[in-house]
T-cell receptor
Framework: GQSLEQPSEVTAVEGAIVQINCTYQ??????LSWYQQHDGGAPTFLSY????GLEETGRFSSFLSRSDSYGYLLLQELQMKDSASYFC???????????FGRGTSLIVHP | DVKVTQSSRYLVKRTGEKVFLECVQD?????MFWYRQDPGLGLRLIYF???????EKGDIPEGYSVSREKKERFSLILESASTNQTSMYLC????????????FGPGTRLTVT
């Protein structure tokens, strides 16, 4: 089967950098994606890594190491509005349909 | 602006009732999905559809069925609602080649009493 592990909660201060880790176990791995969900809101797609390395989109970056079955989401210059839940999701087994992790609640303090 | 809409934001039903949750997308996406989200459990896939009248079971299909008669519309049906189906239900859509990039609706908070 599949499993994903990510921390349940991360706290940081405004302006800081935070890294949310995700480790996975699966067969037939295709890639790792990240979603953001604010309280009461819909999940929104942030990024997808199909290859090893770092993908940068503005203040957010996502990294993948296929050999280590590991990835992370890096958020720079944290803002209060970044307080949200962040989900990693793995696509594998003949389909790009993601299987979601349990989510990490990011709390940004002033 | 791309949009996925769900018929109700909040719904309260009684045990044993038949419940219909509707989802409509305006992006001409082939793929549509139904998830439920519970605290601490993330999003779990109930059913998905990759074309009109086609459906596939996800990870937790028991107690649910789906219908896709038109490309833009995907319905989730609870044949006989039970209290353990109290949850947030999220609909999503995607292009077939980019299933990892899904567009979600606002969700329906269903309470079964």
């Amino acid at each position: 089967g599949q499993s994903l592990e990510q921390p349940s909660e991360v706290t940081a201060v405004e302006g800081a950098i935070v890294q949310i880790n995700c480790t996975y176990q699966t067969s037939g791995f295709y890639g790792l994606s990240w979603y953001q969900q604010h309280d009461g809101g819909a999940p929104t797609f942030l990024s997808y890594n199909g290859l090893d390395g770092l993908e940068e989109t503005g203040r957010f970056s996502s990294f993948l190491s296929r050999s280590d079955s590991y990835g992370y989401l890096l958020l720079q210059e944290l803002q209060m509005k970044d307080s949200a839940s962040y989900f990693c999701a793995v696509s594998s087994g003949g389909s790009y349909i993601p299987t979601f992790g349990r989510g990490t609640s990011l709390i940004v303090h002033p | 602006d791309v949009k996925v809409t769900q018929s109700s934001r909040y719904l309260v039903k009684r045990t044993g009732e038949k419940v219909f949750l509707e989802c409509v997308q305006d992006m001409d996406h082939e793929n549509m999905f139904w998830y439920r989200q519970d605290p601490g459990l993330g999003l779990r896939l109930i059913y998905f559809s990759y074309d009109v009248k086609m459906k596939e079971k996800g990870d937790i299909p028991e107690g649910y069925s789906v219908s896709r008669e038109k490309k833009e519309r995907f319905s989730l049906i609870l044949e006989s609602a039970s209290t353990n189906q109290t949850s947030m239900y999220l609909c999503a859509s995607s292009l077939p080649q980019n299933s990892y990039e899904q567009y979600f609706g606002p969700g329906t908070r269903l309470t079964v009493t």
